[in-house]
């Protein structure tokens, strides 16, 4: 292929265009230039790649089978030929001379240029770990990486794709339908995290596994694993092992900079240029992946198409400036929608719209800022995505179809039907409302006018919008309709506002639908908000953890500070330590140890507390570890002092000390403290045991007293010394210490099973009724060993010493500052 | 204080050291101390580590959406913006970040003048 020879001969008149890169953006500007002016330049291009131009975003299909290479070519050579253009195809651009302004290719081809554009796209990055050079590592960028899985893929074996973002999963994607066992290891806790927010993330993960995929979030790779020479496992930095006959590394591209690095134009993390297009050397422009306009670089096509066409205009036109492109999202995964545009990191100045339907799989959310669109998340309904991108770039005020937004365009713009009300009153009567369990329109009709007033009854009468919720809102419309908007009484009292169910009904549906997750519950019970606030992440997680203990993993980022450091916090940022001292009970040992954190660690004040243990003050977030190391090596254990769990067992000297004791009031203390300690629970617990009637454990204002007398316990229930003073209830009456401790691991179970979070035993036992709670335990002759059994199955998982844990070094990020800023070495740096 | 012609952001590690729904700290000597925030949705914030309220540890609050409850007495607090939210009324002086390359920046002269709310 050569240069046709020039029109006016002597080839002076015409400009010479050389360009680097044979990519995307490099061939899209030749294009938009030739369709302004076909005659103006003698161009040549360069491409390191020994191929004619393609559509690089199709290489997943390709991958996946779908498509053929021949099928995403985008300029075969009879383009370059009829449009005199001279390609030079696997020859990399070495060097760029800008004195001389040549270029100087590896072979040593060297091409004179009056303008030069560089689009040579981006670098996938590779994390330098041990391993990353052996052979069997690939990225995912051009033809030859594709070509090299494809040759992997035909061994079949184990694929491990690092990277869980858009190309990462089109790899994995590809290999698996190649017939691969396909493993993802992603950094963060969610897949696509820059694209998608918790909740679509979750569904996408189900989504994959459902599909065969094994995908590790939150693993970090430490190192790539070796076997004669090639590739042959992923080792994470928990010590896990992968094995593995490819590695594919897709972790992310960096701007490919280098040649205007060297050739010393102004280079950021991109090559930088002007709404023009143009470098800081006129003479150069650049487009694409490689470049930093207005501090942003871009990582998808539909910028570039925009730079291309500022260029073309620039250079041959009249320019029109190019202004930063807002982007969009979409996986090509065959099956799987998925689509996110522009800011949803949301937020209080911002108003979340979520819609959310888990039968079909559905999640969407719009953000709407200042009556204008500035984001939209869609998971399994994609249909409304170029509407809303639309919406989202024009920046139109979309206050007047606010409430009928999330519905999509069809509804949006369906005139009256855009007041959500109108169009539930204009459904016909037989219209379901209420998929779950069969309940049509005039049934709820009927039943609200039959006197149900608000969500609850109607739930509790023809169950509409009881099991799954998703028709909530219809049911609050036709309460709306039926009743006029002022008399709609209001409803049940909601665990939050970013739900319309109650702290029941999520508990029961929790266990009827085997929900497992915090994501996975704000998803099939329809929360509001993307992910939920600081009151019901934290009830959230109490509700999983009790449900499914061992099954269920903390989420330490929904816990309030204290039970995730494991400390009080006090008014100045410090934190109190309270060790266990079990039934009250300590030793010199004890004493000791606490007596030598307090002065190793300058803690300004130590004391007794009402509940018959000590309290170190003053102790910082960094100094925590090691004040836990020297206690446990004492012995002892953390109190739970923070915790909505079992806080103290406040005993008195009992039978063996006191004239009047009836039984071992001391002993039995202990006994129960060591079988309850570290049990979460609704609200914080406290249990007491007195030796006799005199009760000097204050056992009649515990959650859970005992008071021995002659014959047996008495067991006491519901008591509070708190804001309201409330005695406890007489449960009953056992003879032995065994019975007594049943009892005890019993009813709590029934108060960790059934409470409200943030409901103490005392406001739980007046709404329940004694009766009710005398009912659960005593009917059924099986209960109380039922209760008890599952209580201690919890504690098998829970009675460990939170403490000991973090002196062995988990979680050392919450402990330790980042870094620390000394201004004086900072001058000098 | 001497100008440092180069260095007007200020390096401090990689994003992967602080966990999604987190935040960690940077004392600043002689200034106040720095809560640098990561989002559960993957987004980077610094605000000086004092709630306008009573100079509660932001740093130690639940984290949801771009917010931040404070663990003394539950002043919800925007990260982007340092205010108070609802009814409270206060602000905390934001510190500029930028995230590049997965490493996290802080705009000096913010950090190095950092006064408590
Ligand atoms: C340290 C201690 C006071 C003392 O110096 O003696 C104490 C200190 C606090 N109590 Fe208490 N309470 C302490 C015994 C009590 C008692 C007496 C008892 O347990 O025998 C009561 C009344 C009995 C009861 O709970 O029924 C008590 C009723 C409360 C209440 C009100 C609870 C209620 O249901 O009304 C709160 C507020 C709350 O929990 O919401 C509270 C909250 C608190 C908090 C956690 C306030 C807070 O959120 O920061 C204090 C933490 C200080 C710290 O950092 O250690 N504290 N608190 C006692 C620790 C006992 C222990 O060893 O674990
Ligand atoms: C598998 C895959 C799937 C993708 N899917 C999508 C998608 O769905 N949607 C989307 O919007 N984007 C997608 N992308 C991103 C999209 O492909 C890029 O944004 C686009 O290709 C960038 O165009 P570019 O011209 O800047 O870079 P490229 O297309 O990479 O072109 C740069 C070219 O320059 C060449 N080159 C580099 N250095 C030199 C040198 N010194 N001398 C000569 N030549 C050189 C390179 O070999 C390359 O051919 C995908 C990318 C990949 C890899
Ligand atoms: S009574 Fe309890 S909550 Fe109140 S100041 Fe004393 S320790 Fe704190
Ligand atoms: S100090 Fe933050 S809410 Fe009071």
Not at chain 1, 18 to 40: F, H, P, Q, S, Y
Not at chain 1, 486 to 506: L, R
Not at chain 1, 585 to 605: G, H
Not at chain 2, 111 to 116: G, P, Q, T
Request: net charge negative; glycine share 10%; hydrophobic share 40%.
């Amino acid at each position: 292929m050569n240069a046709p020879a020039s029109f006016e001969g002597g080839g002076t008149s015409r400009e010479k265009l050389v360009v680097i890169g044979n990519g995307m953006a490099g061939c899209r500007a030749v294009e938009e230039i030739l369709a302004r002016d076909g005659d103006r330049f003698d161009i040549t291009i360069f491409g390191a790649e020994p191929r004619v131009n393609y559509n690089r975003i199709m290489l997943s299909p390709v991958l996946a089978g779908e498509k053929t290479f021949d099928e995403i070519v985008i300029n075969t050579a009879e383009w370059y030929d009829e449009n005199g253009i001279t390609l030079v195809s696997g020859d990399a651009v070495a060097q760029i001379d800008r004195d001389m302004q040549h270029v100087v290719t590896q072979s040593g081809r060297t091409e004179n240029y009056d303008r030069l554009l560089i689009a040579t796209g981006s670098d996938p990055f590779v994390i330098p770990v041990p391993g990353h050079n052996l052979p069997g590592v690939v990225t995912f960028r051009d033809l030859d990486d594709v070509d090299k899985m494809l040759a992997a893929a035909e061994k079949g074996g184990n694929a491990v794709v690092i990277g869980g973002g858009l190309l990462g999963l089109e790899a994995a994607h590809g290999l698996s339908l190649r017939g691969m066992h396909v493993t993802v290891l992603h950094l963060m806790p969610t897949l696509m995290e820059r694209q998608l927010d918790e909740a679509a993330g979750y569904l996408l993960k189900t989504e994959l596994e459902r599909r065969g995929q094994v995908i590790l979030t939150s693993a970090d790779t430490a190192e790539i694993l070796e076997k004669h020479g090639h590739v042959s496992g992923v080792k994470l930095k928990d010590g896990t092992e992968i094995a593995a006959d490819i590695v594919v590394m897709a972790v992310g591209i960096r701007p490919n900079a280098a040649l205007g690095k060297m050739a010393g134009l102004e280079v950021g993390r991109g090559i930088v240029v002007n709404d023009d297009m143009v470098t800081s050397d006129p003479a150069i422009m650049a487009v694409g992946e490689c470049v930093e306009h207005r501090g942003q670089c871009y990582g998808l096509v539909a910028p570039l198409w925009d730079m291309c066409r500022s260029l073309a205009d620039a250079l041959v036109a009249e320019p029109s400036p190019y202004e930063g492109s807002v982007t969009s999202t979409k996986l090509k995964v065959s099956g799987i929608d998925l689509f996110s545009a522009g800011d949803f990191s949301g937020g209080d100045d911002c108003e979340d719209i979520v819609m959310r339907d888990a039968a079909r799989g559905v999640y969407k959310r719009v953000i709407v800022k200042d009556g204008r669109l500035i984001g939209a998340v869609l998971y399994g309904d994609t249909a409304d995505g170029n509407w809303y991108f639309d919406l989202l770039k024009k920046g139109e005020d979309v206050s007047d179809i606010r409430e009928a937004l999330i519905f999509g365009q069809a509804y949006a713009s369906g005139g009256a039907l855009a007041d959500p009300n109108a169009a539930v009153a204009a459904l016909s009567d037989d219209a379901e409302i209420c998929g779950c369990n069969g309940v049509s329109k005039g049934q709820v009709v009927s039943c609200i006018n039959n006197g149900a007033h608000n969500l609850d009854a109607v739930r509790s009468t023809c169950k509409a919008s009881a099991s799954c919720g998703s028709c909530t809102g219809l049911v609050e419309s036709l309460l709306a309709i039926t009743l006029g908007e002022e008399a709609v009484a209001s409803g049940p009292q909601t665990m939050c506002k970013c739900t319309s169910f109650t702290h029941d009904d999520v508990r029961r549906l929790i266990l009827e639908k085997e929900l497992k997750l915090i994501p996975e519950v704000m998803q099939e019970l329809h929360w509001t908000t993307p992910e939920g606030c600081a009151s019901c992440r934290p009830a959230l997680n109490y509700y999983l953890l009790c449900a499914w203990p061992g099954e269920y993993e903390d989420d330490e980022k929904s816990r309030f500070v204290n039970e995730r450091l494991h400390a009080n916090i006090q008014k100045d940022g410090t934190y109190s330590v309270v060790p266990r001292m079990w039934g009250g009970l300590t030793s010199p040992k004890e004493l000791r140890a606490i007596a030598d954190v307090v002065e190793k660690f300058n803690a300004p004040m130590v004391k007794v507390t009402g509940g018959q243990r000590l309290d170190i003050f003053g102790i910082k977030k960094e100094d925590l570890p090691a004040v836990w190391a020297d206690l446990n090596t004492a012995g002892m254990v953390s109190g739970h002092a923070y915790g909505k769990s079992l806080r103290t067992v406040k005993t008195c000297v009992g039978s063996e000390w006191c004239r009047f004791g009836t039984q071992d009031s001391t002993g039995l203390g202990v006994k129960i403290e060591k079988m309850t300690w570290g049990s979460y629970m609704p609200h914080k617990f406290k249990i007491a045991v007195s030796g006799c009637p005199r009760n000097c454990a204050e056992a009649t204002i515990k959650d859970f007293g005992v008071v021995c007398v002659d014959s047996g316990y008495e067991l006491h229930v519901g008591g509070n010394g708190g804001i309201h003073v409330r005695a406890t209830d007489l449960l009953c009456k056992v003879e032995t210490e065994e019975q007594a401790m049943e009892y005890c691991a019993a009813f709590i179970q029934l108060y960790r099973e059934d409470a409200r979070y943030l409901e103490r035993t005392a406001p739980w036992v007046e709404r329940k009724g004694l009766d009710w709670i005398k009912s659960q335990l005593f009917d059924d002759p099986h209960a109380i060993l039922q209760l008890a059994d599952r209580f201690r199955l919890s504690q098998k998982y829970w009675q460990v010493d939170p403490w000991a844990n973090r002196v062995a070094g988990a979680h050392s990020d919450l402990h330790s500052h980042l870094a620390e800023v000394r201004p004086l070495s900072l001058e000098n740096a | 204080m001497m100008s440092d012609p180069v260095g007007t952001w200020l390096d401090i590690g990689v994003t992967t050291q602080i966990a999604p729904g987190t935040a960690r700290t940077l004392p600043v000597q002689g200034g106040a101390e720095i809560a640098v925030f990561h989002t559960i949705r993957g987004e980077f914030y610094a605000l000086v580590n004092s709630c306008p309220h009573k100079q509660g540890p932001l740093s130690q609050g639940i984290i949801h959406g771009d917010t931040v409850t404070c663990p003394l007495h539950n002043w919800r607090i925007s990260l982007k913006r340092g205010e108070a939210l609802g009814d409270d009324e206060g602000c905390t002086p934001t510190i500029p970040l930028k995230v590049d390359a997965g490493r996290i920046y802080l705009q000096r002269d913010a950090v190095l003048n950092s006064r408590a709310a």
